[in-house]
């Protein structure tokens, strides 16, 4: 059972940045494909981010020059750097991974994020 715990979620006034860890642990096989998804409230969970075990990543339009997704394979852990965060940002950001030979994906519990002046 693989379990992910988030961190560094916050408040940031318009403008400013703020950086999201996933740490990913009890896994038997290692972690392929790992990503940032996002719900606001009254809105469906959308796409954030995603990488590959090989670094390959994709974002959503409205990220893309701002959010950079990143990950160290031997901490299984990935990171959301976000900059110039807008308000429309604001929501509960959820960390994501599929396991490598069961191709189970697992979710974290959630880091909120609140961008307002």
């Known amino acids: 059972q693989v379990q992910l715990v988030e961190s560094g979620g916050g408040f940031v006034q318009p403008g400013g940045s703020l950086k999201l860890s996933c740490a990913a642990s009890?896994?038997?096989?290692?972690?392929?494909?790992m990503a940032w998804y996002r719900q606001a409230p009254g809105e469906e969970r959308e796409l954030v981010a995603s990488?590959?075990?090989?670094?390959?990543?994709d974002y959503a339009d409205s990220v893309k020059g701002r959010f950079a997704i990143s990950r160290d394979n031997a901490k299984n852990t990935v990171y959301l750097q976000m900059n110039s965060l807008k308000p429309e940002d604001t929501a509960a950001y959820y960390c994501?991974?599929?396991?490598?030979?069961?191709?189970?994906?697992?979710w974290g519990r959630g880091a909120q994020v609140t961008v307002s002046s």
């Open positions: 994501t991974c599929r396991e490598r030979v069961t191709a189970i994906a697992y």
């Open positions: 009890g896994s038997r096989f290692g972690i392929n494909e």
């Open positions: 990488i590959t075990r090989g670094s390959y990543t």
